[in-house]
Structures are given as structure tokens and as C-alpha cells.
């Protein structure tokens, strides 16, 4: 948009059209000769000719154009947007007994002038005439059907007033001031019908460009006695209605519609605000303007506003009833009276996406002091001054100087009297409170005032999904899915294995034909005749031809899809090296398909290894990762990611597992493969801008957490995140919001999640009943109260039907229930099961400060599980004890307590919190690791039968290898060795590489006897590098008891040998 001064040169050429009016009708029935008056802001531009009106038709064709040419600036730009044209119909009237022509306004339109602004070059319009004064203009009827009198308009201009750039930049800002309500007592309507002398007033600055500003003032405020709702439904007010007849004065195609209190953005939507506000809105005077007025922001304006908000996000909103014109409280030394101030929160303008915002703001007595701090000069004073000068200037261009008289001051002969009402008037106000008094008056009655500001575009653009999801593909590229089924080199492997199975197949065929099924080697033929013999067999019979065809396929296979050969060699070096590289593969395949065939019968008669599902080796991993075993974890995961390598939550717990490690690199290549194998997983993104935070990569911790928190479900910990994020970029509106989304979410959460008892059903159906019969006597109380100043649109309605919603509605139907827990405790949750402590730090940091009081108990059992991470056991053991002190019915605290204890090596403190945490009916959320170490400290303290239904429960809950180990264990010292073997050999199947199970598979062999197979479990454990130095011992004592027998009755045997020789 260019300035102001470099668009002086140019004007605006508006061209309005008036075609014709229908159904217009005068004073006298059957004729009417008219003419039309067209203006804008008070100003002339031109009237048509005087035509006669077609009674067949119902017609009056003016055919007159006029047009509106200001300079083209912003200034102008926003008359456009908010003064409307005005066509008045003219009746002319000739009286016959005095001979004189008479002028009479009979009707009024009005066109508002706003699509101008928004690209259009021209538009056509039928707008209603409304009568002036309620006279004149008189309705149509045509039988039994009533028509409305109306004007067909156009308006056009050569080329658009706003280019498609200038549009894309400029903005259009509505403020609509609404009711001010519990005013103060003292102001009261006069007794009857009597409007109040008072001006309700109320006005605020905006910005017009980038060094001016425009004020709004909203001067038509209504004062009305309570008794019932706001209307609603009701219509938003035209400004300037001073200008319009009662007809005018409502927007068309705008209405007021109700908004829950908790949705509101502004002051008083607490729940102890909420019965003090249905009180106001309901019983209590009030003030109502009603009135929304438009604006126009050129872009250094939007650039403006935008810093201005950020500078200082509370906007100042003036408001003042005075029974004075305006013009006469310029002078510094008169103050305002019922001068007010409110604050508007306009932060919410900044919101990515957010172009409405609309509370109730308290007013505060006027203050310069605060004004000072927000805006710097009182919009009213500055009016008021304003509207002096100008009357000052009007007075004296007017003046007749030459008539003065010594001593005495001379009237001016145009100024009007003084009448009897300004003489009321200005001994009222000089008998009116003192300041100070009235300013107390709001504080007293704690009125406010509920008002709505809204853009025509936000000023902060939000990022769509799509954008969103292009950025993250830009940071993060896509890996193409895996096809579905083997792979070439795969079929053709497989296929290789097939013919060669049908090779053996083949060759046994044959076999049998010439020496028998029996497979004997008969005694007349060597092995190399029998070859010699097979062989010719096989060429007779056809077979070797056939399956030496079928491999010499499926070798080209092996070549083309497994060793990406498919051109011919030129060089004979590099064909010898690829044939002998081609030969060690086919052999080594040819030795893998015949162990598949051989090994089917062996099979059958050995103990069949039990296969393990994704599910279980995750549950290992999880269990090896919580037990401190991070290797055997790793090794678990990368076999969970090699077996399905297109599922992004395997690769996502990997990543975990490094956090916890401290390999930070490893972790942030394990959540970008996640993301890359599927783009929406939600955890993973979460993760991603987290280390990028923690790098400081702001950029890209944007981009990850702003999509992870587009994602669906709503994620707390994204949103939280994301505000954590703004506040470390010093962006706090944007964190703001962003908190305040979260704990929408938190909020909506809790309440679909929180079950519904029968006795808060029976609750909720008796408050219902009684809201019925409230409202039943509402309706008799309003049928019989109305208000003292109505708009003319509402009369005959339905009052109850057209009221808003009571703020106790909201209160008993809508209003959320109070957070269990807060958006960082969800947040710091997460972190800590992600093993991503420094982050979970900062959000305990900001869980704390938003702690009301003392710290709360889920602040202290996070923090404690923070510092176990961390390895302080002595801070988690203080903090865990004022955790239990206030909930010690929680299993989780205990179990952390539990853990505490174990990892000092207290085991019997351990012993009994671990109890403590298994006795309420709902177990902790790490209830499998609290049954393994409540069970390895029953065995240290040789409590074996409680060890053995402690892993018993394990085994039944979540079975894994430590949990049968420990069955085994428990059963074999109670000499159950039969129970103990089935145990260790469960858990043997589940991993076979524990070097306990062999130790104690070791002690049951040679306890029932078996040496060879106790030698070999005892190699196994060896080699496992067990490095329990008991089961060692015993097992050297065990062996060491069984051999010394053995060499004792050998050494009798010699001993005997060695007399009898003697004798």
C-alpha cells in the first residue's frame, strides 16, 4: 500500500448509480413525485431530478449517477471501509391553499461501500428505504402481500481501489463494542419514558499506517434497566447513527451468537466469576452500544499493530458518561467524568491462524499513570481537545467583532441560547461526585465491559498440514516401503534351494530303483561302481537331463537378481574371479538346502526351539533396558528393526535405548529412521525436537514438534514441547498459545477418559429437572418485565427464545473439570520413559513454577525417577519419602522407592516397599521388573517358596528368560529338580545364552546323574563367562563329591591287587 504522501496526486472515482425505487409511496396514495439525495459523511453529492412515480409498475426510475472522488490515501480508504453512503427520498409536495412547494424526506437507504476494499470493481444492490421519523414512507401492499420499499443501486470504479499485492498486505480490522455491564448504582434511567440525558462514550486508537493512527469512537451507547437477558441473536449497530434513521442502524447479514464463558479470551471466566457475571448479565443495569466499526490498516499499519502488540499486548479501551458535548471537556483542567479504563488482551491477534478475539474485561478507575505504560496519551482528552479547537475555530471564522461594547462581552448573534437543559446540565455536572469518587464507582461495582476485535486476515498466517508435512519431507526425506514378499536375490535363493531339493529328490529315486529302499550297500559293489551305476541311471532314465535343465534356471537367477551379473565379461581375469566367487555361493547354498532336508528328521525326534514372536523380543528388550543390560537390549532391537524393517516403533524404542546410554548421535539416527520409514509417526517427531532443542537447531525443532502436534490424536507432550520451544526463543504469545492449546487438550482428555457412575448420571438428570423449572419461571418473569429501550427488530419475539446462554449454564453444562494433573507432568512423563533427562529437567523446572503452594506429589515421584536416571539415590530416597507421606495408596511410588532401596543395596527396605506396591489392586505400571527383584531378594534372604510364587506370578504375567530362571532357581533349591529342569529349559529356549540357566541346568544334571550332559551345560556356562562366584563354587564342591567315589574305590581295587601280589 503506497503512503499517504505519495498518493495525494491521485483521487478515488467512485461512481454510484441510483436506477430506480419499487413500492414507494408518499403522503398522498396514488401519486408521488420524488427526488433522491445522495451523501456521505455529511456531505452532498448531488441530488437526481424530480421524477413521477409509475403506478402500474410501482416504480420510480431516477437513473442518476453522482460520484465520490476523496484523495486517494489511508485515511480515505477507511472512511470507505466504515461510512456508508446515504440516499435519501425527497417528497416534492405542493400545498394548494398557500401555493408553496414543500420539501419532505420521506425515506432512507443506506449502502455500505466495504466490497470496494476487497477487489471488486463494481457490484449491484437492492437496499431497503426505511421511513424517517416513522412517518411519510408509506408500506405497499398489493392484496394481501406486503412489500418493502427499496432502491436498486450500483456502484463501480474503473480500476480496483486495492491491487491484488496491496490487498495481500493491507488488513481490516473490526472492533464492536458491545454492554458494559454492573455499572455503577448511580447511573439510573429517569422515571417513565424518558431517555437518559447521559453520553455513553467509549473510545480507542488504533493504527492507520505506519506513523498514524485513527481513533474509534463509539458515542451511542444505551443505558437499560435489568431484568433480562441480552437479546440474542440481535443485530450489531452501524457507528455515526446520529446520521441514520432507526430503520439504518443495524448491519445487515451480522448478528451477535452465543459463546460459552470458557471459550472466551478476555477476564471473569473462572468458575467463582461465573455466578457473579449471571447475576450482572441478568438482574443488574447495563450500557449497550452494540456497535461494530471497520477499519482499514495499510501495511505499515499491520506491521504496526503487529509490533505494538508484541511491545505491549494490553490495548487501552477509555470510556466516560458525561451529560456535557465533548468539545467542552478539552481543557487539561476539567476532568472526564466516569472516566474508565480498560485493558484488552490483543495477544491472542498473534496466534498462528487467529484473527477473532472477544471477553469481558474489567474497567479500572482511569489512571495516567497505567495509560502511560500502555499507550501514552488519553484517547478521550485528545478528543475532547480536538473537538474544542474545532468549535473554537467555528466561532470565531463566524464571529461579528464590530459590535463590542466596553467591559462587556459580545455574543456572537449565530450562536444558539442557552437553553434550559444546558443550564441543567452544567449545574448537574457542576454538582456531580468528585473524580475520584466515580472513578472508585467501577472498582465498587466491578463492572465490566465485553468487547470483540477481529481481522479480515490473521496476522500471523498458519501453516497448513500440507506445508507442514512438504517441510518435514525437505528435513527428513521418505525411504521407499519395502516390496511385500521376498526379494529377487530372495526368490531366486529360494529357488536355487527348490531345485535342489528336486535334485535329491531325484537322485533317490533312482537310488531306490537299483539297490532297494532298505539303502543297504550291497557286498559286490564298491562305492565308486555303485556311483558309476547311479550315474548311468539317472542318464538313461532321463532325470539328470531334466534336473540339471531345472538348476542350470535357477543358477541364472542366483547371477542376475543375487549377484547383479547381467552383462557379459570382457576381461578373462574378472570372469575366473566371478565364476570361483559364483561356485563358493552355489556351494554354500547347496549346503544350506541340504541341511533344511536333512535336518527334518532330526528335528522331529529333538526338542523343537520355541520361535519368538516381535512381541516377546520387545518385551526382552524392555526388560534388559530397565535391568541395565543395554547390550543384550541393542541386540534385541536391532533384531526386532532387521526383522520388520519398515515398522518405525522398533527403530523408535532403539532410539530410546541410546538416549538412556548417552548416545545421543545413535539416538537421533535411530528417530529419523523412524520418521523416514513412516512420516506421521508421532513419537518419533516428538523425539526428533527434542535433540534438535537440545542442539540448539531451533528451526528444525520447529518444524518436528509443529507437525507432530498436527497429528491426530492430539499430543500434550507435542503441544508442551512446541511452548517450551517459543519460550526459549523468547517468543511468549506464540508459547502461550501454544500452553493453552495443550491444556485444552489435557482438559478434553480427562473428561472423555473420567467414567461416568450411575449416581452422576442420577446427579446430572436431577439438575436437568431443575434447570426446567428454573427456566419456566424465568419465562413468567420476563413475560411480564421489558426492557426500557428496545430495537425495533426484536419487538414480538420470543424472549426466551432470542436470550443468550446464562452464565450458570455454562457452569452446570460446560465446564471442564479441574486437571488431574498438569500439561508438564504429562509432559515429563513422556521425557522420562524416553530416557531424555536434560529436557525433562527444564519441563520439572516449569511444572514447579506452575505448582500452587508446595510442590505436588506426581512433581516429586517424577523428579525422583529423574534422579534415579541420574544415579542420585540419595536426593530420590529424600524425595521419595514426602511422596509416600502424601500418597502412599499409589503402587507406583512405591515400586520407585522400591527400586531405590534395591539399587543401594538396602534389600530389605527394598523387600517391603516392593510388597507394599504389589497389595493394591491396581499393580504398577513396571510391576514385571518389581516381581524379579522381589524374588531375587527372597532368595537372598532363602526365602524359596516365596521366591518361587513371586516368579511363579512373573511367568504367568509376562514371561521372559529371568523370570523361568528364577522359577528354576527357586524350585531347585527346594529339591524340586524335576520342576526346576522344565523351568531352566523354558527359559533356555527363550535365550540360550544366559550363563546362569547352564549353571544351574549344570547342578540338576549332576545331580541326577548325567555327567556327560553336566560337563557339557558346565562348558556352556564357562564359555558364557558366568560371573556368579556361588554357583562356581558349588558346582566345583558337587563335581569334586561325585569324583572322589569314584578314585576311592579305585584306589581299594589297586590297594588289593597290590597284596595279593605281595602274598
Not at 483542567?333 to 491472542?348: A, C, Y
Not at 519368538?612 to 524392555?622: D, I, K, V
Not at 414480538?796 to 500439561?823: F, H, K, N
Not at 529371568?962 to 528354576?968: M, N
Request: aromatic fraction near 8%.
Amino acid at each position: 500500500m503506497e503512503t499517504q504522501e505519495n498518493t495525494t496526486e491521485t483521487n478515488l472515482d467512485i461512481q454510484i448509480t441510483a436506477k430506480c425505487g419499487h413500492n414507494l409511496q408518499g403522503k398522498k396514495s396514488g401519486s408521488l413525485l420524488s427526488f433522491l439525495q445522495v451523501a456521505i459523511d455529511g456531505n452532498l453529492l448531488g441530488e437526481s431530478d424530480k421524477m413521477e412515480i409509475n403506478l402500474l409498475e410501482q416504480r420510480v426510475d431516477y437513473n442518476f449517477t453522482c460520484c465520490f472522488s476523496p484523495p486517494k490515501d489511508s485515511q480515505a480508504l477507511s472512511d470507505v471501509s466504515q461510512k456508508p453512503v446515504i440516499l435519501t427520498v425527497m417528497e416534492v409536495m405542493l400545498e394548494e391553499k398557500r401555493g408553496e412547494v414543500k420539501v419532505l424526506a420521506i425515506g432512507q437507504a443506506v449502502l455500505d461501500l466495504l466490497p470496494l476494499l476487497q477487489g471488486v470493481c463494481s457490484f449491484s444492490s437492492t437496499i431497503p428505504v426505511h421511513p424517517v421519523n416513522g412517518t411519510g414512507l408509506k408500506d405497499s401492499y398489493l392484496g394481501f402481500t406486503r412489500k418493502q420499499p427499496t432502491l436498486d443501486v450500483c456502484v463501480s470504479v474503473l480500476s480496483p481501489l486495492l491491487s491484488e499485492a496491496e490487498r495481500s498486505v493491507t488488513n481490516l480490522l473490526k472492533v464492536t463494542v458491545e454492554t458494559a455491564y454492573s455499572v455503577p448504582e448511580p447511573w439510573t434511567l429517569p422515571s417513565g419514558f424518558a431517555p437518559s440525558p447521559f453520553t455513553y462514550a467509549a473510545a480507542m486508537s488504533v493504527p492507520l499506517t505506519a506513523e498514524e493512527d485513527q481513533v474509534l469512537m463509539f458515542c451511542e451507547g444505551q443505558l437499560k434497566v435489568g431484568g433480562q437477558r441480552e437479546v440474542k441473536g440481535r443485530q450489531k449497530k452501524r457507528p455515526y447513527q446520529a446520521l441514520l434513521v432507526p430503520g439504518n442502524h443495524c448491519l445487515p447479514g451480522t448478528s451477535f451468537q452465543a459463546q460459552p464463558i470458557q471459550q472466551e479470551s478476555g477476564e471473569l471466566t473462572a468458575l467463582e466469576d461465573r455466578t457473579f457475571r449471571n447475576e450482572a448479565e441478568t438482574k443488574k443495569n447495563r450500557v449497550s452500544w452494540d456497535t461494530e466499526m471497520c477499519c482499514f490498516l495499510d501495511a505499515g499499519g499491520v506491521s504496526r499493530l503487529q509490533q505494538m502488540i508484541t511491545e505491549s499486548r494490553l490495548w487501552p479501551v477509555e470510556i466516560m458518561r458525561s451529560m456535557v458535548p465533548l468539545e467542552k471537556l478539552g481543557d487539561d483542567s476539567v476532568e472526564i467524568p466516569f472516566h474508565g479504563l480498560v485493558f484488552v488482551d490483543m495477544g491472542q491477534l498473534l496466534y498462528p491462524g487467529v484473527s477473532r478475539t472477544r471477553g469481558a474485561y474489567t474497567v479500572h478507575p482511569f489512571c495516567m499513570t497505567e495509560l502511560l505504560n500502555k499507550r501514552g496519551v488519553s484517547v478521550l482528552k485528545e478528543q475532547a481537545r480536538a473537538a474544542a479547537v474545532l468549535v473554537e475555530a467555528r466561532a470565531s471564522s463566524a464571529a461579528a467583532a464590530p459590535h463590542k461594547k466596553a467591559g462587556k462581552k459580545v455574543k456572537d448573534p449565530k450562536e444558539p441560547k442557552k437553553s434550559r437543559a444546558d443550564d441543567t446540565a452544567e449545574n448537574l455536572s457542576d454538582s456531580e461526585p468528585q473524580v475520584n469518587t466515580e472513578r472508585n464507582m467501577y472498582a465498587e461495582a466491578r463492572t465490566y465491559i465485553i468487547i470483540e476485535i477481529a481481522l479480515d486476515k490473521p496476522l500471523v498466517p498458519k501453516t497448513s498440514p500440507e506445508e507442514l508435512a512438504k517441510r518435514m519431507k525437505a528435513l527428513i526425506p521418505p525411504k521407499p516401503q519395502h516390496p511385500v514378499g521376498p526379494s529377487p536375490a530372495e526368490t531366486a535363493v529360494l529357488d536355487f534351494h527348490r531345485q535342489v531339493g528336486n535334485a535329491v529328490a531325484a537322485v533317490s529315486e533312482q537310488y531306490y530303483e537299483l539297490f532297494g529302499a532298505k539303502c543297504r550297500l550291497p557286498k559286490r559293489l564298491s562305492p565308486e561302481q555303485m556311483l558309476t551305476e547311479l550315474m548311468g541311471g539317472l542318464n538313461v532314465s532321463g532325470r539328470y537331463f531334466t534336473f540339471k535343465e531345472q538348476i542350470k534356471n535357477a543358477v541364472v537367477r542366483m547371477v542376475r537378481d543375487k549377484l547383479w551379473q547381467t552383462e557379459p565379461f570382457t576381461d578373462p581375469e574378472r570372469l575366473q574371479t566371478f565364476v570361483s566367487q559364483l561356485y563358493v555361493n552355489l556351494v554354500d547354498e547347496m549346503h544350506v538346502a541340504l541341511n533344511k532336508i536333512y535336518s527334518n528328521d532330526a528335528d522331529k525326534d529333538s526338542c523343537e526351539e520355541i520361535p519368538l514372536e516381535s512381541s516377546q523380543l520387545m518385551h526382552f528388550a524392555r526388560e534388559a533396558q530397565l535391568l541395565g543390560n543395554y547390550k543384550l537390549s541393542a541386540k534385541y532391537y536391532k533384531e526386532l528393526v532387521a526383522r520388520h524393517p519398515d515398522e518405525p516403533l522398533h527403530k523408535f524404542e532403539w532410539g530410546s535405548l541410546n538416549m538412556l546410554m548417552g548416545d545421543y548421535m545413535k539416538a537421533e539416527e535411530c528417530f529419523r529412521d523412524a520418521v523416514s520409514t513412516q512420516q506421521l509417526h508421532q513419537p518419533s517427531l516428538i523425539m526428533c525436537g527434542v535433540l534438535a532443542m537440545m542442539f540448539e537447531r531451533y528451526k528444525d525443532a520447529q518444524t518436528c514438534l509443529e507437525r507432530a502436534a498436527s497429528i491426530d490424536p492430539p499430543s500434550v507432550p507435542a503441544w508442551t514441547l512446541l511452548g517450551l520451544l517459543h519460550e526459549r526463543k523468547n517468543e511468549p504469545i506464540l508459547a502461550e498459545r501454544v500452553f493453552s492449546m495443550a491444556n485444552k487438550m489435557l482438559g478434553e482428555d480427562e473428561v472423555n477418559n473420567k467414567p461416568h457412575t450411575e449416581e452422576e448420571k442420577d446427579r446430572e438428570q436431577n439438575f436437568k429437572e431443575e434447570k426446567d423449572l428454573q427456566d419456566e419461571g424465568e419465562t413468567a418473569v420476563s413475560a411480564h418485565s421489558q426492557p426500557a429501550e428496545q430495537d425495533p427488530e426484536f419487538v414480538g419475539r420470543d424472549p426466551e427464545e432470542y436470550q443468550e446462554p446464562s452464565a450458570q449454564d455454562d457452569i452446570s453444562t460446560s465446564t471442564p473439570a479441574e486437571p488431574t494433573c498438569t500439561i508438564f507432568t504429562q509432559t515429563v512423563q513422556f521425557l522420562l520413559r524416553n530416557n531424555a533427562l536434560q529436557m525433562a529437567e527444564h519441563a520439572l523446572s516449569q511444572e514447579l513454577l506452575c505448582s500452587k503452594g508446595s510442590p505436588s506429589g506426581s512433581y516429586l515421584l517424577n523428579l525422583a525417577q529423574l534422579q534415579l536416571l541420574k544415579g542420585d539415590y540419595c536426593s530420590a530416597a529424600a524425595g521419595l519419602k514426602q511422596v509416600l507421606f502424601h500418597r502412599d495408596q499409589d503402587p507406583d511410588a512405591w515400586a520407585v522407592n522400591g527400586h531405590c532401596h534395591y539399587l543401594q543395596g538396602a534389600f530389605t527396605e527394598a523387600r517391603e516397599s516392593y510388597e507394599w506396591s504389589l497389595v493394591f489392586p491396581q499393580l504398577p505400571l513396571d510391576s514385571h521388573i518389581v516381581l524379579l527383584r522381589l524374588g531375587s531378594i527372597y532368595r537372598l534372604e532363602k526365602k524359596f517358596e516365596r521366591a518361587k510364587d513371586v516368579y511363579l506370578q512373573a511367568c504367568e504375567q509376562s514371561p521372559s528368560c529371568l523370570a523361568w530362571l528364577g522359577l528354576g532357581a527357586a524350585c531347585y533349591r527346594l529339591e524340586e529338580l524335576s520342576e526346576a529342569e522344565e523351568a531352566l529349559t523354558v527359559s533356555n529356549g527363550l535365550y540360550a545364552e544366559n550363563a546362569e540357566v547352564w549353571a544351574y541346568l549344570t547342578l540338576i544334571c549332576l545331580r541326577t546323574g548325567r555327567q556327560e550332559e553336566a560337563e557339557q551345560c558346565h562348558k556352556y556356562a564357562v564359555r558364557l563367562n558366568l560371573q556368579e562366584p556361588s554357583l562356581l563354587k558349588e558346582i566345583v564342591e558337587l563335581m569334586d563329591q561325585l569324583r572322589f567315589p569314584h578314585l576311592r574305590s579305585c584306589f581299594e581295587t589297586t590297594a588289593e591287587d597290590n597284596s595279593t601280589g605281595s602274598k
